[in-house]
């Protein structure tokens, strides 16, 4: 099965043109090995070509990754999964599956300061991308409404709405995290607008939904985000302690076992 060196050239040439990259890689190694182990032409090609799929996705995934804005620290392995209530454990499960996006549904993550939403979210997404290939997309609510700000200011606005909605899921970090008036809160509220029934937004807020008016400023705003965020979502609460204040007590217990002995 090894290739003779007049072949050699053309063979290269054809699997460049084709955009077979890994192919052109491991054909002659594998062909070798396909002698040696006596395997058939059938096997051979399966072998590959499951080379040249395997190393395409790798390659989409970290496209997908890249372009996500994930922060990557953040991912499940890293995650204390003990820490969750059994209710959003088994939420939790079910997400990971990744109907939802296909449902156009919302996940919407409540609870305190370092309770873990962002991480939560954040591991979720990163397994969407890695496992199921997920069009996703990381922004913190701030920095979210400041592009839209500026492409309002540009008159570009829609254009950059249609530009996130490429993304199968949404995550707005920190929504009322800092508080905005209500002209900068509404482009936040085109967007989601914009996004009902079209993609998912998955979203974190230490505030519950009877405070939101606090963050858009306007009694039929927030009851209108309220109500096209809210239709197909699931609501993931997270009544657990800070694990930051958590740390900061087993540190602080170390440092006086430490000095006693």
Same mark, same amino acid.
């Given at each position: ?128 991308? #890695? ?94 985000? #309220? ?8 609501? #993931? ?25």
């Amino acid at each position: 099965m090894s290739t003779t060196p007049d072949i050699r050239p053309a063979l290269l040439g054809h699997l460049k043109g084709l955009h077979l990259p890994t192919v052109r890689e491991c054909y002659e190694e594998t062909a070798r090995r396909a002698e040696r182990e006596t395997l058939s032409y059938e096997q051979y090609l399966l072998e590959v070509i499951s080379r040249e799929c395997e190393q395409r996705r790798k390659s989409k995934v970290q496209r997908l990754l890249k372009d996500s804005a994930l922060p990557l620290e953040k991912s499940l392995p890293n995650f204390d999964l003990k820490r969750l209530p059994a209710k959003a454990a088994r939420q939790l499960r079910t997400l990971l599956g990744g109907g939802f996006l296909d449902r156009k549904e919302n996940v919407l993550v409540f609870g305190n300061p370092g309770s873990g939403k962002s991480h939560l979210l954040t591991a979720l997404a990163q397994e969407l991308v #890695i496992v199921r290939e997920r069009k996703m997309h990381f922004t913190k609510c701030v920095l979210l409404m400041q592009d839209l700000l500026a492409a309002k200011r540009d008159l570009r606005l829609s254009r950059e709405i249609k530009r996130l909605a490429r993304y199968e899921g949404l995550i707005i970090d920190d929504l009322g995290y800092v508080q905005q008036s209500r002209d900068d809160m509404e482009v936040v509220f085109t967007l989601l607008a914009e996004r009902y029934e079209r993609g998912s937004v998955l979203m974190t807020s230490n505030l519950p939904f009877s405070k939101w008016e606090g963050i858009f400023k306007d009694a039929m705003m927030t009851a209108a985000a #309220i109500d096209r965020l809210v239709h197909h979502s699931v609501i #993931i609460e997270l009544n657990i302690p800070s694990y930051r204040v958590e740390e900061a007590k087993k540190n602080q217990q170390a440092e006086n076992q430490g000095e006693g002995e």
